[in-house]
């Protein structure tokens, strides 16, 4: 019902998936068995939750935010920023679009950390998680028919850790190794104890075909689509343009439970764009069927048009429940001018959110005040019980706004001339050693160097949103220079570290782990290609990050992960930004889709193409009038013949102008002859 709506400009209230399962049991153990020394029972299930139990039982026949009758059929036309040269995604090196692929397990999106049987039938697992063992599933296949063996695991676990992006060798670090213990089943030893997380994170290894990559260099990259198993395979592609994934009528696992009512469309074409305005007018002269609209200035006046108006292209926002994590202005603290935190502390001050959201954003916008914000996890107030005691450990070490204020971000009164906070700001400069010279500008006291430094940009869209803060910044005489690059020299940059500054982020779960470590920890600050953008090393942080890994329980795991958060926090690493807490999508009105939306919010893989509403919009709006009609509302409008009507008074008038400014040259000459 609500996807017939009308008025497609108001947000719909969805509402969210009801948890209509009880959550299950904890596996029966199955045998009593001494592991390790230690008597521990050894548990056999279909899954695995991070915490406590799985919600769905071992019979159950499909998830409940999907519809297991949802047809299959038709096409989804997809518009995507940038480029790509590679579909090795596994490898630090190109610009790669992932092959696609199934994993041993998959994650359900109604529950914080639960992982499902996909490759696996079953799972066995000790009662201290030292180990896991995956039972393969007899019908699992590659997409040349080929079946997926303990040595297809095994291989990938080898390689991924030995040559593939620096990010596996951290995530599965406390993999010691895997090994064939049938001829369906492989066990995961894990070298690290109380880290519960260790066999879900081996269930997410993206298992690649031995029999394939033995044959080929995996280090390079390629623009031969890799074998793969999963719903879909690449069929048709031109390198920077389009990829066009066609799904597989015989894929093995299509009547899994984990898979039913998903996967739906025949065909998935991405097109490539350089331009997001590009991209917008694709979708509204309907070259493309859907857009998950990241602009806040294009949501709110692009697309006032008569087909959204009429509702045939659909404007909607899905809520969702997912953590937001934290996108910020992330300073590279390996620059020597932004290693005294003080400094940090006062580009903050120069960032005036409360006037570049109403005058930028529209208003869309809440401040991030945390990395786990829109959670549970989320640091708050000052700490307390259980998070006290835990920060109480490293006291000596921290600052001591940690234990006595409540970190807040920077406010203003929303006029764009923020002067309480760069008064303050030139204060923390000048502790810090700046002062401002007789011509304005910032300098080191001792070196006499001036504060310059680069932010890096891939959009031109985004320099309207950093000039504002630029222009703050020079008046604390600070001359922050922007450097927009294309995207390949982009993502090497930041793989090299090679920045002052940019605008990015780390998504977050609704339960931390192993991944913490990339984006944290000492180790990862100087290793290429990890996620530790603004260089952190801090013992006590690295600490923090495996008391978070080795929670017992999901009580434990929120207190540690606010302690993490705080400090962080006060570590002024980066200049907190904003978030949203729905998904703004648009869309062509010829799909539908279940009504409840779970935690993590919608997907395309619970969509489906409706035959019906696609009769009715081709009758309604033609296709080849679709653009025309987006544009101005008039059938029979046609805006090739406005531009070739355009373009022939622009070639007229330049004639004109031409013969004007050589009639005048001609007239000078003569009056300089004549005497």
Known sequence: MLRRLALSFAVLAFPLAAASQE??????PIEPVADAGTLQPIY???GMAMHGAPKYAPDFTHFDYVNPDAPKGGEMRIGAQGTFDSFNAYIARGTPVSPGGDTLLVASADEPFTKYCLICETLEWPADRSWVIFHIH?????????????EDVIFSLDILKAEGQPFFRFYYGSVQNAE???????????SEENNPELPLIAGQLPILPKHYWEERDFARTTLEPPLTSGPYRIVDWEPGRYVVRERVPDYWGKDLPVNRGQDNFDRIRTVFFRDATVIRQALKAGELDYRNENQAKAWATDYDIPVVRNGFLKKVEFPHLRPTGM?????????PIFQDKRVREALGLAFDFEWTNPALFFGQYDRNYSFFGNSELASRDLPEGRELEILETYRHRLPDEVFERSFTVPETDGTGWPRGNLMQALELLRKAGWEIDDAGVLRNVETGQPFVFEMLLVSPDFERIVLPFARNLSRLGIDMKLRLVDRSQYINRLRSKDFDMFSGGWGQSSSPGNEQRSYWS?????????????GIADPVIDELIELVIQAPD??????????????????????PAWHLRTDRILYWDKFSYPEAVPEDGTSTSYWWFDARKAQELAVAVPSKRRGDFAQNGEAGFDW?????????????TAAWLSYRIGAKKRDERVAVIEP
């Open 44 to 46: 056999r299930a279909h």
């Open 640 to 652: 090739r013949k406005l531009l070739g009507l355009s373009f022939l008074v622009l070639i007229g």
């Open 554 to 575: 999901r009580e434990e795991l929120v207190v540690r992960t606010r302690a993490l958060d705080r400090v962080l926090l006060w570590g002024h690493y980066i200049i």
């Open 327 to 335: 996108q910020a202005f992330i300073i590279n603290t390996r620059r």
């Open 23 to 28: 959550p299950q049991p904890l596996a029966v």
């Open 522 to 534: 000492s180790a990862a600050a100087e290793q290429p290609g990890s996620r530790n953008f603004a």
């Open 180 to 190: 064939k213990t049938g001829p369906r089943s492989v066990r995961f030893n894990f």
């Open 138 to 150: 007899p019908e699992a296949r590659w997409h040349d028919g080929t079946p997926i063996t303990p």
